[in-house]
């Protein structure tokens, strides 16, 4: 397959923020993964207690991006605060991306619209809640309705959303059934049932996470 065909994405771990560790970090993932470049490349969680400034990391990635070693880059994990401070030093148009956590149970609008308002797509990590989607009534009802299974109503949902979303799988008819999903279209009323699941359950929430926005 030609490298052009591959959108490739890695991230930066919080312990290797400082400039020099992060330049190293990305030439370490570009020898494993055999390529000169990815095509996203991100911070995988915000500095825990700003022990690395923002301003220091964001720009080292930013030059990273000038060195050609990544055609995009972009956050995960952040803030509305922290989505604020990112572009005020980068500038509006530089972040591709904020993945963060969605779910039904889970829906993050306000910083989802937050991140839209500035230009920044949202990924969404973890949409079948750790396979928690498969055992909630009301997705078994819509997915009963379009002879589908619960994940895939849970992914047509964020697709609908206007969100990007990475469902893992290793298994190939599950995958096969993930690409599916973004073939279906979900009524108003369905989306609006969909609305009510929010629950605030948070899954990944390490304890060097940030102040999360409610």
């Known amino acids: 397959m030609p490298r052009s065909d591959i959108f490739l994405t890695t991230k930066v771990w919080f312990d290797n923020l400082e400039p020099a560790a992060l330049k190293a970090s990305v030439d370490e993932s570009l020898q494993k993964l055999g390529t000169d470049y990815v095509d996203l490349l991100l911070i995988h969680w915000p500095s825990p207690e700003d022990e690395v400034p923002m301003v220091d990391y964001l720009t080292a990635l930013k030059e990273v991006k000038a060195e050609g070693k990544a055609r995009n ?34 829906q993050n609008r306000k910083l989802v619209d937050h991140c839209e308002q500035h230009g920044i797509q949202i990924t969404a990590f973890m949409p079948l809640a750790v396979g928690k989607v498969m055992d909630d009534p009301t997705l078994k009802q819509i997915a009963d309705a379009h002879d589908v299974t619960p994940a895939q109503i849970a992914l047509a949902w964020v697709k609908q959303r206007n969100m990007i979303t990475i469902p893992s799988s290793t298994k190939a008819r599950n995958i096969q059934s993930n690409i599916a999903a973004f073939d279906l279209a979900l009524s108003d009323s369905e989306m609006a049932e969909i609305a009510t699941l929010d629950r605030k359950e948070r899954i990944a929430n390490p304890d060097f996470a940030p102040a999360w926005d409610e």
């Open 73 to 106: 880059i972009g956050i995960s994990n952040f803030t509305i605060a922290q989505v604020d401070e990112a572009v005020s030093i980068l500038g509006k148009g530089e972040i591709l991306t904020n993945q963060v956590e969605v779910h039904p149970f889970l």
